[in-house]
């Protein structure tokens, strides 16, 4: 029962384990024609996936070998060229900075005269009420002295 089991989970296309191989290969079992397609199947099954991944190796080292030749066509030149791109691109950001920073600077300069004359406006308009409130109080003063010699 356990062989039809490996048999058909190697069917399915799982790879079995070696011990799972001998337990399919075991001579205390009558030798017969399926269990050894099974054994010649799963081998050939994983010679396939051997392939495939020596493939995918292959692949990566073409990989590899085409990115270093491309590196390499590209020559010093063309890496000097980004390099000056990319010097350029930082100066346009630094000369950004700089003016939102004046900008910034001059709205507070901006802000603080405003204030600056918003205070000066309302020391003003204090002194004023000031000054009248001191002729208030000589008026009080001059009936007050009135009053008293009316009496």
Known sequence: KDKVLLVQAQANGQVLQE??????ADPGVQDSSSNQMVITNNAAY???DLDAYDSDCDEINSAKIALMANLS???SDNLVEVND???AELE??????R???????????????????????L???????LRE?????????????????EE
Do not use: M, P
């Open 19 to 24: 011990e799972e191989l001998e337990f399919l």
């Open 46 to 48: 994983q010679a396939d």
């Open 73 to 75: 066509h590209y020559g």
């Open 85 to 87: 791109l990319l010097t």
């Open 92 to 97: 346009r950001y630094k000369r950004q900075e």
């Open 99 to 121: 003016v939102l920073n004046e900008s910034n600077n001059n709205e507070k300069a901006s802000t603080s005269y405003e204030r600056s004359q918003e205070i000066d406006s």
């Open 123 to 129: 020391k003003h308009i204090l002194s004023e009420y």
């Open 133 to 149: 409130k001191e002729s208030f109080e000589k008026r009080i003063s001059i009936l007050k002295d009135d009053l008293q010699k």
